[in-house]
Every structure is written in C-alpha cells, then in structure tokens.
C-alpha cells in the first residue's frame, strides 16, 4: 500500500467514518447529520474538545461548515488514538487514518490542535504525553525512520535496501520527522508548564538527533544512511547507490526525502532546513533549562547558527516578476528549485512552523511565488485552486494547502475565499481529503486522512479566537 493511498471517494471508509451516499443535487437540503463515529465507538473523549466543538459551531453561520468542523476536528481522537499505558507511564499510539502506522510528523500535527485544550482536561494531557512517551521512543529505535508498527510487527516494506527493523513500517530519512516531536514537546511545555514531558529518554534523542542532523550535512562522507526500494514510483527510491543527488558540503542538511515522503531532486530541501533552525533553537533552551546541558546546548545554537547562514547564502535568489525568493531544494553547487509541495513543511507555511515572520518581505515575495503558476505545482479548475504535488501528480491539489494559504493569510477576503473552495470541494463527505481534481472534487484520494481533516479544524478554531466575524460572514 502507498504512503498516501488512492482511494475513491465512493471507496467505503474506515471506522465507520463515511455512511452517507457521495455528492448529489438533494445534498444542499438534506439534513447535515454527524458523520462522526457513534460515541461508543470512539477512540478518545475529551470533554475539553467536545466543549469546545459545541461552542464554535455557536459562532458559525453556515450549517455545512459547521457540520464539517464537528466531523473534522475530533477526526483525530474519534479514529487514530490508541492510549494506554506502558511500565505505568501514558502511552499513545496514532495512525494516519487509513494507514495503521504512526508517522513522526502526522502524530505530532494531529493531536497539535488540541494542545491549547490540555489545560483543561487531564485525561487529554495524558494523552498528550503519551504521544511524547511514543515519539521518544520512536526516534530512540531508529533515528532515520519516518514511520513506526506499534509492536515489531514487520512492514510490507521490510524488504527496503535500508537498515530496517521489525519496529518500523518504513524507513525515509525526512528532517521533519525529527522536527516535529520536538516542535510538540517544546510547545506542550511552553503551553502549560507541565515538566512531566523531559524525561530522561528526551535527553538521549536530543543528542541523537543533534548527531543526525550533523552526520547528514555530509561534510566528510556521504554518512550512514542509504535507501533503496524495487518500485516503479522513481520518487519512491534514492538514485546513485542509495544515497540521492550529489551534494557540496554548505553547511545545510540533507532530506533524502520531502515531508510527502516523495524523494528529494536536490536534497538540501530547504523549507525542512528552515524547519530544523526553529527545532534546534528549542532544542538548545530545553537542554540549558532542563537538562542544564550547556554543551548540547551550545551544540544544537552552532548548527542552528550553521544552516542559517548556508539558507541565506545558497537558497536565495532573485527571480523576475517576484523579487528575492526562498527555493525549494537547492544542491550547494548553484543548482536552485523554484516550486512548492503542499505537504508541511512546505515555503508556503514557514511562519506557522515559526520558521519566519508572515510580514518578512523574502516569504511575501515566495508566498507570490508559490500561489502562482509559477509554481509548477500550482492548479486552478473549476472546482477551485490550490497547491499540490508529485506524490499524487498533475491537476490534483491538496486541501491542506488551501488551509495553509489561509493560515498564513493577512487578508481577510483570501482568507474567506480559501474556506469557500474547502466548502465546495469535499464532494459531500464532510471531510477532508488528500487531493482532489481541480474540475471535478469527487475524484478524491483517501477518505480517511486524519491529518487533513484536524488541520482544518485547526484552522476553524483559529478563526473563531482571532475572526469570529468572518465565520458569520461565510
């Protein structure tokens, strides 16, 4: 099965997510009925989540978007989350949806809508930390891996040319796996004060994923990763014995892979290298605060300090009708890709990841950019616009970029614009999906896409604390 399966939208749906019939002309009148599991059949309650669900719907006018925040923004807890404990500490297993594996990036954007609700609610804190608990342990078993079983139950990938273990369900080395955690455990601990979360393993993936990042900025050899996969995808497996593209030694960090898990052209993916500064910055407070590590500390401002200085000297570039622009991937021999993936970390969401300011003028002109068809990666139908990528191809755009466009949007009327082609496009399920064709949202990819599906949510609730007034206007 692919990362991101295809699957139709009259596909049936896992944990009972889709019973009502596709689009159709007497869906505009029908009643907007909860596709949500029934309560007994839910992964995870939280009353904090359940309060806060009644409490926007209040706030909205428009009965379908409503219908869609309540099926969207519990999707996470109501389908993915396995919480138990393990050795009498919390411990939270979460799949993608229709992928029973656990992603480093997914777990950490799935539950990340919630965390504002921990405070509130003590059995969502749990939950919280034992997706942490997970995370470490995760990262502790393999460094390199984006994707994890539950148990060491074997992967249908386990005949990869990589170093696999029982534990993984696949193994694509990606900055932003290691990014993610951190981005969760920095954020959890800002967020409510609660030190519970910097256990000794912490400790430990912060060295390792220090030493990682380092090892792959390939100064003296091509390091200790190499993947290779028997496929007929080409951006599914690494050329040149394993190892991708020739780079030159900047100071920035390789990702073999892009947050869509495709292979990288250039592999100095940029957007992950912005990502990495912010990681180790937090990474260096938490190691002096905490741990009172002042050398890990010091260690992780170098590097952080290193990748700074390479982004600014190898990834910028003027380009003609926009100005100084950010590229995608760059290869440190003068080599620059000009484009943007919807998967996140992308250009486009740099200030939500807290890479950049949204009003710096370098992103404005790369967010021009990227929302263009200059972007090669960019559609626009009649079915609406937005930003997609290589893992599902051409004229297929991804409803997290429209989010994403609006979650770094300055101007209410784009903002407005962006929710509307998300009401337009869910062909009648009341969820999001991975892609859907420009002309026509009932060829859709997977109906079950947890990430997708809390994001906008994230998105909803963010306009409910900073607009209101728009979700009465849409």
Known sequence: MER???????????????????????????A??????????????????????????????NPELAWMFEN?????????????????????????????????RDSTAQVWPYLSLVKEDERLNQLFLGVLNRQAKCILID?????????????????DDTDMKPELHERKWEID????????LYHYW?????????????????RSILSTFIKQQRKEKKGDYHFTRVTHKPTDTLCCGGYGNPVNPVGLIVSSFRPSDDATIFPFLIPSNYFAVTSLTQMAEIASVIYGDEELA??????????????????????PDFGKVIAFEVDGFGNRLFMDDANIPSLLALPYLGALDVSDPVYQNT????????????????AGEGIGGPHVGADMIWPMSIVMQAMTSTSDDEIVRCVRILLKTHAGTGFMHETFHKDNPENFTRSWFAWANTLFGELILKLYHTKPDLLKEI
């Open 4 to 30: 991101r399966n295809f699957i139709k939208y009259n596909a049936l749906a896992a944990a009972g997510m889709l019973s009502a019939p596709v689009w159709s002309s007497a869906f505009a009148t029908a």
């Open 32 to 61: 907007f009925e909860s596709k949500r599991p029934p309560v007994g059949k839910r992964n995870f309650i939280s009353k904090a989540v359940e309060d806060t669900i009644l409490e926007v719907k209040k706030t909205i006018a």
């Open 72 to 104: 969207c923004f519990p999707n996470t807890l109501d389908t993915t989350v396995d919480f138990s404990t393990e050795n009498g500490k919390p411990d939270t297993f979460v799949i993608t949806g229709d992928i029973h594996a656990m992603w480093l």
């Open 143 to 159: 460094p390199y891996a984006n994707a994890f079983n539950k148990e060491a139950a074997g992967s249908e990938w386990e005949t």
């Open 177 to 184: 796996s290691l990014c993610y955690p951190i981005r969760l």
């Open 190 to 206: 800002k967020s409510t004060g609660n030190e519970d979360c910097f256990s000794e393993d912490w400790h430990i993936v912060f």
């Open 298 to 319: 010091a260690g992780a401002q170098k590097l952080a300090g290193e990748v700074t200085e390479a982004i600014e000297k190898f990834a910028l570039a003027e380009r």
């Open 367 to 382: 967010r021009r950019l990227v929302l263009s068809d200059a972007n090669p990666w960019f559609f626009r139908g009649k």
